[in-house]
Structure formats: structure tokens, C-alpha cells
């Protein structure tokens, strides 16, 4: 039933490690995002793909690698984690992207924690 | 480039009071401009969008907003705060570019006092 979801809903690892957060919509959408928000509750896009390619891609430490296999999923992985990645990512989708009208569909969130 | 200015980070209200939160916006092209609510560790969802049609916007649970082109304002209003409005409230904007890059002001907290 879930419209956009993702897993695992919380993460907590050390730094260095690697790890993968995985999103996957059920919408028919052709465009997905992924968010940080920080521990201000700024939030602000970090990729974005149309059918399954990479349209934005903001100023991100290129640690974090986004893959999208297929257009209903956008995987988020992030290389060497570091303190400051301890934030909440949002996977969010639109129906086609383009335009700038469009409604955003978000997941969830996951909480991530680097020790 | 476009940006968001959420004129105060934290309203308090008493159940039953109106609701005011005030979003100002900057954007070289039409925006379309969104608020968003997100409640305590959930998500974020929709209460209403403007995208250039009428100017008085109407969402769920109440709450509307009004586009004033002049203003370069889209504040989120309520005429009486429920218990379960507390949240966070944020405003967005977005350019008609491909890709659709949303721009979200820093939030406003509601707090609903009983």
C-alpha cells in the first residue's frame, strides 16, 4: 500500500563504514529524489533521476553514489561515512519531473547515525 | 535562483485560535509554491500547492494560503488550531525548469496549546 517507501527506517554505524539505503515507489512516477535533512530540519535535494537518469546533482561529497536500477527504485549509497552524515534522508518521487508544478511524494525517511 | 524565507521558526497558538504562518519567497521565473507539514519523526505531506491558477489555495484539514505576486508572499493560514496541527510546517518553491528543483525554507513549528 505504502506510495514511497524506504529501508531501513533507522541505520546506525561507525564511521568509515559503508552502507546502502534503498527506496522504491509504487507510484507509476518517472522521477525520484533523494533529500538530506539536518539536525535543524533544513532540508535540501541532494540527487535527482528521470527514468533512471541523473538530471540534479547539488553540490554532494561524491561519497554518496546514487543508483537507480530501475525507475520505481533509487538506491542512496554512501561510501566512508562521516560524522556529518548523520542526518534523516528522504526519498521522495513525481510523476514525470518536469514543469516545476508537480506534487512530491515522500517516503518516510531514514534516520541515520554515525558513531 | 530561487529561495524561501520562513519569517518565524517556532508559533505558538491556543487550540481553537487562528493560524499564521507567514512564507515569503524569492524566484526569477513563475514559481509554483508548496506547503508541506511534517509531523513528529514521519514524513512530509502535502497541504496545498499553487501552481498559477487561483491565487486563493485551498488544502486538507482546513488550512489554506494565498499567492501574492506583489508580496512575493504565500503565507499558510487557519481559522482555528486543532491539537493535531502540531508540526513542522515547511514552504517550498519551485521553478518551471526540468528536473524540478525544490527549494524548502527552513520550517516553522506549530505548537498548539491546549
Known amino acids: 500500500d505504502t506510495a514511497v517507501s524506504q529501508t531501513p527506517k533507522y541505520l546506525v554505524t561507525q564511521m568509515g563504514n559503508d552502507k546502502s539505503i534503498k527506496c522504491e515507489q509504487n507510484?507509476?512516477?518517472?522521477?525520484m529524489y533523494w533529500y538530506k535533512q539536518d539536525s535543524k530540519k533544513f532540508l535540501k535535494i541532494m540527487f535527482s533521476?528521470?527514468?533512471?537518469?541523473?538530471?540534479i546533482n547539488e553540490t554532494v561529497p561524491n561519497r554518496f553514489s546514487p543508483k537507480s536500477p530501475d525507475k520505481a527504485h533509487l538506491n542512496l549509497h554512501i561510501n566512508s561515512l562521516e560524522l556529518g552524515d548523520s542526518a534523516v534522508y528522504f526519498c521522495?518521487?513525481?510523476?514525470?519531473?518536469?514543469?516545476?508544478?508537480?506534487?512530491?511524494?515522500f517516503g518516510p525517511g531514514t534516520r541515520l547515525l554515525v558513531l | 535562483a530561487q529561495s524561501v524565507t520562513q519569517l518565524d521558526s517556532h508559533v505558538s497558538v491556543s487550540e481553537g485560535t487562528p493560524v499564521l504562518l507567514r512564507c515569503n519567497y524569492s524566484?526569477?521565473?513563475?514559481?509554483?509554491l508548496f506547503w508541506y507539514v511534517q509531523h513528529p519523526n514521519k514524513g512530509l505531506q502535502l497541504l496545498l500547492k499553487?501552481?498559477?491558477?487561483?491565487?486563493l489555495v485551498k488544502g486538507i484539514n482546513g488550512f489554506e494560503a494565498e499567492f501574492k505576486k506583489s508580496e512575493t508572499s504565500f503565507h499558510l493560514t487557519k481559522p482555528s488550531a486543532h491539537m493535531s496541527d502540531a508540526a513542522e510546517y515547511f514552504c517550498?518553491?519551485?521553478?518551471?525548469?526540468?528536473?524540478?528543483?525544490?527549494?524548502f525554507g527552513p520550517g516553522t513549528r506549530l505548537s498548539v496549546l491546549p
Open positions: 533521476y528521470n527514468n533512471k537518469e541523473l538530471i
Open positions: 521522495a518521487s513525481s510523476p514525470h519531473g518536469a514543469g516545476g508544478q508537480e506534487t512530491q511524494y
Open positions: 517550498v518553491v519551485s521553478e518551471r525548469n526540468y528536473g524540478q528543483n525544490f527549494v
Open positions: 507510484l507509476g512516477h518517472d522521477t
Open positions: 499553487y501552481t498559477s491558477a487561483a491565487t
Open positions: 524566484s526569477s521565473y513563475s514559481p509554483s
